[in-house]
């Protein structure tokens, strides 16, 4: 019989602090290949996506330092956490005195890791677990889109979203250490970070995680607020 999404979380990683990210704790995994192998295993699908929420990545550990050293962002403010894995940048902008927090995610082990992360953390995370992609953005005041250009399906879904989002008045601040389908001319580099990630699927442990906003488009609203470098 199949583990519960909860239990399998449970068994194959262990509570750990966070390196850069110390005020935070993750449920996270030492090795990313045995791990996806259970979970094809565990799942009957040679297929499944690699585990992300058992790893702390570059981009989100970037947006968490980000917002430890910039509360402001997110303080008292309603937050998205977008494809939000282990929800580090969820529980960071909680952290940071976000009014209320909502990760997305797809996979169902991945809800279970962030409702496991949110109470290690003595916090409470809302997840919504559907593609919401092709849907309107919800009624936030700033979305967080951490490592989503790691593949270029992804990447061409996520940007005419997240522009959607800025056209619609919602700011959007992006992690990701420089991946290839990264839109850099739509983004104002806010900071740069190095960060040592927790997956040997990166080619580098230590890494430089950048944090972006995303422009205002010319013709956008009035009274949008606009990033600062």
């Not at 194959?12 to 993750?26: F, Y």
């Not at 677990?129 to 953005?137: A, V, Y």
């Not at 699927?201 to 430089?208: C, I, M």
Request: proline fraction near 7%; charge should be negative.
């Amino acid at each position: 019989m199949a583990a519960s999404p909860r239990a399998f979380v449970l068994r194959h990683t262990s509570l750990r602090t966070v390196p850069g990210a110390e005020e935070i704790r993750l449920h996270l995994a030492d090795e990313a290949l045995p791990l996806w192998r259970a979970v094809q295993v565990e799942t009957g699908d040679p297929d499944t996506p690699i585990p992300f929420w058992a790893f702390a990545w570059a981009g989100g550990l970037a947006i968490a330092r980000y917002l430890r050293e910039h509360p402001g962002t997110v303080a008292g403010r309603r937050v998205l956490d977008f494809a939000s894995g282990s929800g580090l940048c969820a529980i960071a902008a909680l952290q940071a005195g976000a009014a209320s927090v909502t990760a997305v995610e797809v996979d169902v082990r991945a809800a279970a890791a962030i409702d496991l992360n949110a109470r290690a953390n003595g916090r409470r995370i809302a997840v919504i677990r559907r593609d919401i992609l092709d849907e309107d953005p919800p009624d936030v005041e700033i979305v967080l889109a951490g490592d989503c250009w790691y593949e270029s399906g992804l990447a061409g879904r996520v940007q005419p979203w997240l522009r959607r989002a800025r056209e619609q008045g919602i700011d959007v601040l992006v992690g990701d250490p420089g991946r290839a389908h990264l839109p850099t001319d739509e983004l104002i580099e806010l900071a740069v970070y190095e960060v040592r990630t927790t997956t040997d699927l990166e080619d580098l442990a230590l890494k430089h995680g950048r944090v972006y906003g995303l422009r205002v488009p010319s013709d956008g609203p009035a009274g949008v607020r606009r990033w600062t470098p």
